[in-house]
């Protein structure tokens, strides 16, 4: 019996009724969702693997989540041993089919009042730490993968040297600044526009105690829509102003929290890059290489701002094949 079977067979047990399913999506890793037609509603199903895929903390941060008062899932049952999980439907509206320069205000709005709220609610102990460890690691996937599958490229000495820089000099900053609970994947995909209490979250399984910025940066420097540095500032403020008002561990001064939020931002977009070309090179999927050239994107604009990611900067010119810049003396 396949996967898929197991799973209509669990269903048809639990619903007692008739059924029909449809694919809802396949994401980056191996689970699957499936959409479960009854005469009256729709419901969705999760494929999750084991031993590949976990659905415990799945179940863990959804109710932390509905118990914070957010829209996400809520788990109608599940067969842990399995990896099979009964859910309620957000719906298949995503921020990114919505998403306007008419709409994005209050879109974004709507999302950061949600972040808030998630961050209100942290409990440090509720979740794994996003450690030193876990940073590094993430950011590693970049020289496995991004250098040496997508570019075909084998570090030198010194160039392994401004890596090791650059992961020093973010993993100190994002590691010193205030900690909260961290969806991870906080963007225009897993975000849903709902007839009530949007945004409707998914995706959320893999969610840490880490740095206050991280959520906000998937938000606003989204690997799959861009907008003006202008624009993503005025969105920074209006999440800035109210969660300080709130209490939440974020700088007095908006400059050194913008700074913060741009540091973490590159933590991030050097994993995404990494991710990318490992969803391609390693499980075939192609769809995200469209988006590679944005994330590129947006690490240069940082390490060009900052002195001390220059070194990142040099690195990502000699992968190139660029001139390096020539040096002033001042």
Known sequence: ?????????????ILNQAFSLTTASADASF??????????????????????????????????????????????AQDLANGFLLLSDLGDDTYLQHLTNETAQMLYLDATNALIKMQLASQKHD?????????????????DWYVAKRLNMTLNSEQQGWLQQTFDALNKNILAQGQVTVHRDYHSRNLMVTHENTPGILDFQDAVHGAITYDLVSLLKDAYIQWDEEQVIDLAVRYWEPAKKAGLPVPQDFSEFYRDFEWMGAQ???????????????????????DMPLVMHYLRKVCERYVELRPMLRL?????????RPKYVV
């Not at 494929?47 to 509905?66: G, H």
């Not at 991030?268 to 469209?290: E, M, S, T, V, W």
């Not at 990502?316 to 390096?324: I, Q, R, S």
């Open 31 to 76: 689970r699957r969702y499936f959409r479960v037609h009854l005469s009256d509603k729709t419901l969705i199903a999760m494929d999750a693997p084991p031993p590949q895929e976990d659905c415990r903390p799945f179940v863990k941060v959804a109710q932390m989540f509905v118990s914070a008062g957010l829209n996400a899932p809520k788990v109608i």
């Open 127 to 143: 979740l794994p730490p996003y450690d030193e460890a876990l940073l590094t690691r993430e950011m590693q996937l970049f020289p």
């Open 316 to 324: 990502l010119d000699a992968l190139e094949g660029k001139v390096p």
């Open 1 to 13: 019996m396949d996967r898929k079977q197991q799973l209509e067979s669990w269903l048809q047990a």
């Open 268 to 290: 991030r977009h050097i994993k995404i890059l990494g991710i990318f070309a490992r969803l391609y090179h390693r499980d075939g999927k192609d769809g995200y290489l469209k």
